[in-house]
């Protein structure tokens, strides 16, 4: 059965500071592993690792993924209240009729304070 | 352009009713998934379609629960006689092809008392 495992499962931060969250994950047929941020509402795609050791960026958030390690981070820097929510990561299945089918960790639950 | 729309936002049910939920995918998406989200943890895969065909149904939790998409497009998951843990928001996903990324909707919010 697919897992995947996130942490910390909440964190607490000032304004300016810098977060890493983690994520390990096993899963059959691995294709990628996407990190998404959700609010009160759906869940925002942030980014889709399919290559280890290649930094993806957007803004003040980063990610990478360790193939070998069957892990991935996300940071993001000078954190803003804007940030708090909850960031889930997901490894995504590539194997036959399970094709396209996420599994997701826990979440990590961010909270950042002015 | 229109991202993923889902229908109501809120259900409450009595326990055993049957209700239907609704999911209108980003158009031209092949792929469309569901999730049920219990709180605080991430979604649980459901159910997924390319176009009109259920290709996997190995995370509906009972034979309560029934999903169909019969022209591709929109889909409903109906889940008959619901039981307390049924209660849950459930998530809808979309995507072009199976090794893209998902794009979610607002979800509906079930609650059953």
């Known amino acids: 059965e697919d897992k995947v495992v996130q942490s910390p499962l909440s964190l607490v931060v000032h304004e300016g500071d810098t977060v890493t969250l983690n994520c390990s994950y096993e899963?059959?047929?691995?294709?990628?592993l996407l990190w998404y941020k959700q609010e009160k509402k759906a869940p925002t795609f942030l980014f889709m690792l399919t290559s280890s050791g290649i930094e993806k960026k957007s803004g003040r958030l980063s990610s990478i993924l360790d193939k070998k390690e069957l892990s991935s981070i996300l940071n993001i820097t000078a954190t803003q209240t804007g940030d708090s929510a909850i960031y889930l990561c997901a490894g995504h299945n590539a194997g036959g009729t399970s094709y396209g089918k996420l599994t997701f960790g826990q979440g990590t639950i961010l909270t950042v304070h002015p | 352009g229109a991202g993923v729309s889902q229908s109501p936002r809120y259900k409450v049910a009595k326990r055993g009713q049957d209700v239907a939920l609704r999911c209108d995918p980003i158009s031209g998406h092949v792929s469309l998934f569901w999730y049920q989200q219990a709180l605080g943890q991430g979604p649980e895969f459901l159910t997924y379609f390319q176009n009109e065909a259920q290709l996997d149904k190995s995370g509906l939790p009972s034979d309560r629960f029934f999903a169909e998409r019969p022209e591709g497009s929109v889909s409903t998951l109906k889940i008959q006689r619901t039981q307390q843990e049924d209660s849950a928001v459930y998530l809808c996903?979309?995507?072009?092809?199976?090794?893209?990324?998902?794009?979610f909707g607002p979800g509906t919010r079930l609650t059953v008392t």
């Open positions: 899963v059959t047929n691995f294709r990628s």
């Open positions: 996903a979309s995507s072009p092809g199976p090794s893209y990324e998902q794009y």
